[in-house]
């Protein structure tokens, strides 16, 4: 028998730093009810609460659907916004793009993705100039990664 996940979904305000991780904030506490282990949750939230700030600085926002089953959180961020020009390089801990007032906030630092590979078991980028980007995260239930 096929188990159906439990299905999230989350709409992410572009250009809005003060509702930047209530979309991680709600998935947590839905983690949280359903039971998984505080360090499953612990890494799911980060990595989606570093692509919601990515949508906010560069996207004007997008949507967070969260596939959950009993031994995973499937994450999927997608936006409509400019696309990444060069992956491997934004990949690079402290490359950023955003500009200068977004980093007087405290934002930009260029840690978003390098964050989400660091805290999701699987991490996958599709993205074309000028039409957006979809971040495919996973997070194992029983991942060597949530012992620590």
């Known amino acids: 028998m096929e188990i159906k996940p439990l299905v999230l979904h989350y709409e992410v ?6 509702g930047a991780g ?28 570093e692509g919601e700030i990515n949508m906010v600085i560069h996207a004007e926002g997008g949507v967070a659907d969260v596939n959950v089953l009993p031994d995973r959180i499937e994450i999927v961020l997608t936006d409509e916004g400019p696309g990444i020009a060069d992956v491997e390089q934004a990949m690079q801990a402290g490359f950023s793009t955003a500009p200068d007032n ?19 078991d699987e991490m996958k980028i599709e993205t074309e ?7 495919r995260m ?6 060597p990664k949530n012992s620590f």
């Open 102 to 120: 977004i980093r007087a906030l405290g934002f930009g630092a260029g840690m978003g993705l390098p964050n989400m590979k660091r805290y999701s």
């Open 22 to 49: 209530e979309a991680s904030v709600a998935m947590k506490r839905e983690l949280r009810q359903m039971g998984f282990d505080a360090n499953v949750i612990r890494r799911a939230a980060i990595a989606m609460y």
């Open 13 to 18: 305000s572009g250009d809005n730093f003060t």
């Open 138 to 143: 996973t997070v194992l239930a029983d991942s």
């Open 129 to 135: 100039i000028g039409r957006g980007t979809t971040v």
